[in-house]
């Protein structure tokens, strides 16, 4: 395959599905193997990889700028949703989720980001929302 020898496209590769991987092992932590079979299931990972992929993004931001947690600059993250116009990222300490949030800082803060997700109303409805046909 040409993309094999491609090495910057086989990064984001790689990265998009890290994302996907973790989101679909969550989903599935979660809410039980039966949850690929839910009506929204391939919404809401695509959904979930989203979010992941715009943290992690922020968490190697931060990293490659060399910028100290509780320093003077913090690194922000969110999914802009076009439907609703409004950014969109999970946030543990307010029921809020429209808006901007911090990047993960290590491990720890993805693990919390994943629960987060995970009980987030926008991703429980996404779940049992049956797909609009599309054109074919």
């Known amino acids: 395959m ?4 491609q090495k910057d496209l086989r990064q984001i ?20 193997t ?7 299931y391939r919404t809401t990972l695509i959904e979930v990889a ?11 931001m931060r990293s490659r700028l060399n910028l100290a947690a509780g320093g003077e600059i913090e690194v922000a993250y969110g999914v802009y ?4 116009r409004l950014v969109w990222s999970p946030r543990g ?3 809020d989720w429209f808006h901007l949030s911090a990047a993960p800082k ?12 995970m009980s987030c109303p926008r991703v ?11 054109p074919h």
């Open 106 to 117: 290590d491990p720890d803060e993805f693990v919390i980001l994943c629960d987060l997700l």
């Open 2 to 5: 040409q993309i094999m020898t």
């Open 81 to 84: 949703l076009l439907e609703e």
């Open 50 to 60: 989203i979010a992941l992929n715009a943290a992690l993004t922020g968490y190697g």
């Open 13 to 32: 590769l790689d990265s998009i599905l890290i994302v996907i991987q973790l989101g679909a092992t969550w989903l599935e932590r979660v809410y039980g």
């Open 124 to 134: 429980i409805d996404l779940l049992d929302t049956t797909p609009k046909a599309g």
């Open 34 to 40: 039966e949850v690929v079979r839910r009506p929204g």
């Open 93 to 95: 300490e307010n029921p």
